[in-house]
């Protein structure tokens, strides 16, 4: 037994120096590459016909779907993140199983000690975030006329539907989500900075008192998150105590900022009305999105056969969770919600 694992132990030591022989690494990566490139045809090739392909075995999930191709995947990450505006400001990171994220408690940071006295220990409270993984998937219904017409870039449509779809419910749950099969909100984990200081409705004061709300170790990276009718109220003041509070970049693309702080509009968040939040103010890295391995789609023909059509399920599995509730600031507008008949 023991001649065995040193032989094993040997190969593996051989392994490793070859692989930094720059002629191993190149045949290594064209292999790679090869390999990928005949998955993603065979990949394809089923979406469009049905007929299953030898190279796809391993990218099975079991169920009838498969493992998009690695390239698919990364454009499907990047479309997700122009429809979902959390994972533009947030910590993005891929999980293979459940993720327990060590938090640690406040605790006094320092203490005069007396000469020939005896040293107090502050120890702090460790306690873990948990980031699970929820199942979100989105049917998408194509037409044997579409699948048969060569003109059609089937890829980008995929893509298209499920970036829409699937952005915008990731969007929903990762502000106001009950944590029921989704993921629990931003609502149920930041803290409550300010409450505004005009029953239903907002003001510069209340952006102010929601900035200072927000200790200063988390200003630095802090970004605005709110909704279009917070963003449209607040846009039509211009000035605060004389001074103008907002700033266009000049390069494309960059948010517009709030003495200073750019701006991030979220579709989930609340409108403007008592009992809402509409913004919130902080430091979002602090804010872990995980994605657990790669979506998955599956070609159904069965179900839609009499109408002529194919449906993809495409689905993915992910969850996220604010590890700081103290990095990220609510505002809620004061008042008495309306009752609704």
Request: aromatic residues 8%.
């Amino acid at each position: 037994m023991s001649n065995v694992r040193n032989a094993d132990e040997l190969m593996a030591r051989l392994d490793a120096i070859a692989d930094t022989i720059p002629e191993i690494q190149r045949d290594k990566a064209e292999a790679a590459a090869r390999k990928a490139a005949a998955y993603n045809a065979a990949f394809w090739d089923t979406m469009h016909t049905g007929m299953p392909h030898n190279a796809l075995k391993e990218g099975s999930d079991g169920s009838g779907g498969y493992l998009v191709p690695d390239t698919y995947h990364d454009r499907m990450v990047k479309a997700l993140a122009k429809k979902n505006v959390l994972r533009q400001i947030s910590h993005v990171i891929p999980t293979s199983h459940r993720m327990h994220i060590p938090v640690a408690g406040d605790v006094d940071c320092a203490d005069w000690i007396p000469e020939n006295t005896v040293m107090k220990f502050m120890d702090a409270e460790f306690g873990e975030v948990i980031l699970d993984a929820y199942k979100l998937g989105t049917t998408i219904r194509a037409s044997d006329e579409m699948l048969e017409d060569n003109g059609i870039d089937l890829e980008k449509y995929i893509l298209d539907m499920f970036s829409e779809r699937i952005g915008d419910a990731e969007e929903k749950a990762f502000i106001r989500g009950d944590g029921n099969g989704k993921p629990m909100g931003l609502i149920h984990q930041a803290e409550l900075g300010v409450m505004s200081e005009l029953d239903g409705n907002i003001t510069m004061d209340d952006m102010v008192n929601l900035e200072y709300a927000l200790s200063s170790e988390y200003r630095d990276n802090a970004v605005w998150l709110m909704s279009e009718d917070a963003y449209n109220r607040l846009r039509r003041i211009p000035h605060y105590l004389g001074h103008g509070v907002w700033r266009n970049d000049l390069k494309e693309g960059d948010p517009v900022r709030l003495f200073g702080y750019p701006i991030y509009i979220c579709h989930a968040m609340d409108d403007v009305a008592p009992g809402n939040i509409p913004v919130m103010f902080g430091d979002f890295s602090n804010y872990w999105i995980g994605d657990r391995g790669k979506r998955t789609i599956k070609r159904l023909v069965e179900r839609y056969a009499d109408r002529g059509q194919v449906a993809f399920i495409t689905t993915e599995r992910v969850d996220a969770k604010l590890t700081l509730p103290k990095a990220v600031k609510m505002l809620k507008i004061s008042g008495t919600p309306v009752a609704e008949e």
